[in-house]
């Protein structure tokens, strides 16, 4: 079990903390925990006199303080939540409530995209009594099974092919994700119980056929006419296909695949172990093993980092980034 789910658990079974200060680059934890301490923890009656929501910027240290020590009115809890925390003034003064918080205080502090310092005062207070959370971004191997996974708590099975989709399209943004799936959830109604690739190209506004997922699968396959279509229609549209996002697709593939050349044990389980990837994924390697040999494998990291290079402007003066594309997948398939 994580940290978040651990955190989701206790809430869910009224085990509550006098504080949850909850922090870093992945806002989609901080979000999820504290709207369902916002929602869940009081009634709708108890709400209006013990719910309290203020933004960092617009107080200070004190006046937390001073809201945090109030007692509940015809409550158990009060709930108080300090959102955009990192813009807190003096925010290291919170040390003089965390060493002594109140029980019948719920004290929510949202404090995104950076990290209090555990060294000193007030983050050595909160460690101590287990009140401190971060989150940080997911690796891009870490989305698919995190989309499996949240999917599967919301009665929800996908395609690979389809979550492949979404995470290139969406990135590794945990809350665009989610929201996108909301989205999928209402437009297909409630009959949708396994998502596909046809589902994200109606909804979401990605083509399942043509996108870098699909690109990367005509080079394994060294389908030229494919290829060349795709590209093309990439350079149709540059703002939703940058180069620099084709590129580094596919530099994950071809060095994942140079890792593979060496594996001793290339059963489709040890590979997608080794690879951090999902076993359906495996055939894509040893297709792509029978079809490039490892030093054309080299070589073709070598033309992915020059085009990345002359995409960013080094050593390419005039080229679009549709003739880079079809320069550098002209050097991959030959």
Do not use: C
Not at 32 to 40: E, S
Not at 83 to 112: F, R
Not at 157 to 179: C, P, Q, R, W, Y
């Amino acid at each position: 079990m994580t940290e978040f789910q651990q955190i989701m658990a206790d809430l869910k079974n009224r085990r509550f903390k006098p504080i949850y200060f909850l922090m870093g680059e992945e806002t989609y934890y901080i979000d999820a925990i504290t709207n369902y301490i916002v929602d869940n923890v009081l009634t709708e009656e108890e709400k209006g006199f013990n719910q309290t929501v203020y933004y960092g910027k617009d107080l200070d240290a004190k006046t937390v303080i001073m809201a945090a020590r109030r007692y509940p009115m015809m409550s158990k809890y009060q709930v108080v939540v300090i959102k955009e925390a990192q813009e807190l003034e003096g925010i290291e003064d919170l040390q003089h409530y965390a060493s002594v918080p109140l029980d019948s205080t719920i004290l929510v502090i949202n404090y995104k995209y950076k990290s209090l310092d555990k060294r000193k005062k007030l983050g050595a207070i909160l460690k101590k009594s287990n009140s401190i959370f971060e989150f940080n971004k997911l690796y891009d191997n870490q989305v698919g099974p995190w989309l499996t996974q949240y999917l599967k708590e919301h009665g929800l099975t996908i395609d690979a092919k389809a979550s492949a989709l979404i995470i290139e399209f969406l990135g590794t943004d945990l809350s665009k994700i989610v929201k996108e799936i909301d989205k999928l959830k209402v437009a297909v109604g409630p009959g949708l119980k396994h998502i596909t690739p046809e589902h994200i190209e109606k909804n979401i506004g990605m083509s399942k056929d043509y996108n870098s997922f699909e690109l990367q699968k005509a080079l394994v396959t060294k389908d030229v006419l494919k290829a060349n279509q795709i590209i093309k229609m990439f350079g149709k549209d540059p703002k939703s296909h940058p180069i620099q996002a084709v590129i580094s697709v596919l530099f994950n593939y071809f060095s994942k695949l140079m890792i593979y050349y060496y594996l001793p044990d290339k059963g489709k389980d040890n590979v997608a172990r080794e690879l951090s990837i999902r076993p359906f994924f495996v055939q894509d390697y040893s297709m792509g093993a029978r079809n490039y040999p490892a030093r054309k494998v080299v070589h073709i990291i070598s033309v992915l980092r020059e085009y990345d290079m002359k995409s960013k402007g080094f050593g390419n003066v005039s080229a679009s980034n549709e003739d880079l594309l079809k320069e550098m997948i002209f050097k991959i398939l030959h």
